[in-house]
T-cell receptor, first 117, second 112 residues
Framework: NAGVTQTPKFQVLKTGQSMTLQCAQDMNHEYMSWYRQDPGMGLRLIHY???????DQGEVPNGYNVSRSTTEDFPLRLLSAAPSQTSVYFC????????????????FGPGTRLTVL | DQQVKQNSPSLSVQEGRISILNCDYTNSMFDYFLWYKKYPAEGPTFLISISSIKDKNEDGRFTVFLNKSAKHLSLHIVPSQPGDSAVYFC???????????FGSGTRLLVRP
């Protein structure tokens, strides 16, 4: 199993450019999520999905779009990049229990370091 | 307003001694807590968790303690090893939510 994979590893954008960060998992996990990590802020949830066709907002969703057309893939789109989006982005996935909520450990990808000039 | 706080940005301990990492939370609806460990240039990896119905959970050298009345949890590493040097994140979830809330992390350095 490759686990959770993310591409690219590094990216530099100019303000206003758009791009898509790719995330894929091969563990058949229902739940997938995107976080950003900033110094002194820990990891903050951007968007998450509990299955194909279902997405919802996290703590810091503004400026980002997501879609979930398959169980395996969960891309994160920046429509018009801003310097405030300079960060390290992590994708994660987990299985879901029968009860509501997501109390299972999440498996993280290696991250994408994004710089917006 | 941070719901999960790790007030110590860094901690340095001698190899073989105990490392104690602390975490405080404000949301009384949290009922499950997790610790993740992160090495540079890698994603976080799950370390240990605890449910609010327990006050202690052990896994080898790692023990997590939960004090619900104080809204405080701590991670004990005994004995500490140089390979434990990493950033440790506390995280919490509750109320059947799908949103895991992380603290800001504590960087642990274990000196040989």
């Amino acid at each position: 199993n490759a686990g959770v994979t993310q591409t690219p590893k590094f990216q530099v954008l100019k303000t206003g450019q758009s791009m898509t960060l790719q995330c894929a998992q091969d563990m058949n996990h229902e739940y997938m999520s995107w976080y950003r990590q900033d110094p002194g802020m820990g990891l903050r949830l951007i968007h998450y999905s509990v299955g194909a066709g279902i997405t919802d907002q996290g703590e810091v969703p503004n400026g980002y779009n997501v879609s979930r057309s398959t169980t395996e893939d969960f891309p994160l789109r920046l429509l018009s990049a801003a310097p405030s989006q300079t960060s390290v982005y992590f994708c994660a996935s987990s299985s879901l229990g029968l009860a509501g909520g997501n109390y299972n450990e999440q498996f993280f990808g290696p991250g994408t370091r994004l710089t917006v000039l | 307003d941070q719901q999960v706080k790790q007030n110590s940005p860094s901690l340095s301990v001698q190899e073989g001694r105990i490392s104690i990492l602390n975490c405080d939370y404000t949301n009384s609806m949290f009922d499950y807590f997790l610790w993740y460990k992160k090495y540079p240039a890698e994603g976080p990896t799950f370390l240990i968790s605890i449910s609010s119905i327990k006050d202690k959970n052990e896994d080898g050298r790692f023990t997590v303690f939960l004090n619900k009345s104080a809204k405080h949890l701590s991670l004990h590493i005994v004995p500490s090893q140089p390979g434990d040097s990493a950033v440790y994140f506390c995280a919490a979830i509750g109320d059947s939510s799908y949103k895991l809330i992380f603290g800001s992390g504590t960087r642990l350095l274990v000196r040989p």
